[in-house]
Nanobody
Framework: QVQLVESGGGLVQAGGSLRLSCAAS????????MGWFRQAPGKEREFVAS????????YYANSVKGRFTISRDNAKNTVSLQMNSLKPEDTAAYYC????????????????WGQGTQVTVSS
């Protein structure tokens, strides 16, 4: 049974930082794209960042480019999201996803999802 478990969410003031982590189990994703999405109340789930299995090959939504950094450890089957300079509009539930074949895959391109972790940024 494949599981993705996120951790690291919480409440932070605007301008602060948080680091989200996602641990995968049940299969290895060393040859798949892993990514992060977010969903705010009343809105659709949106892409945040993705990482290829190749080191340093990443892709970001324009809204987070320069503030967020995605990284992964294929040996540990984990992916992380370092979020800096957080803004109130970053408030959302953040979801780890895995199993895509392209960096620009949308929601339907991923086969596996975590349960989500809440990030709240106060102004």
């Amino acid at each position: 049974q494949v599981q993705l478990v996120e951790s690291g969410g919480g409440l932070v003031q605007a301008g602060g930082s948080l680091r989200l982590s996602c641990a995968a189990s049940g299969r290895t994703f060393s040859s798949s794209v892993m990514g992060w999405f977010r969903q705010a109340p009343g809105k659709e789930r949106e892409f945040v960042a993705s990482s290829s299995w190749r080191p340093g090959v990443t892709y970001y939504a324009n809204s987070v480019k320069g503030r967020f950094t995605i990284s992964r450890d294929n040996a540990k089957n984990t992916v992380s999201l370092q979020m800096n300079s957080l803004k109130p509009e970053d408030t959302a539930a953040y979801y780890c996803a895995a199993g895509a074949t392209t960096l620009v895959a949308g929601v339907t391109g991923y086969n596996y999802w975590g349960q989500g972790t809440q990030v709240t940024v106060s102004s």
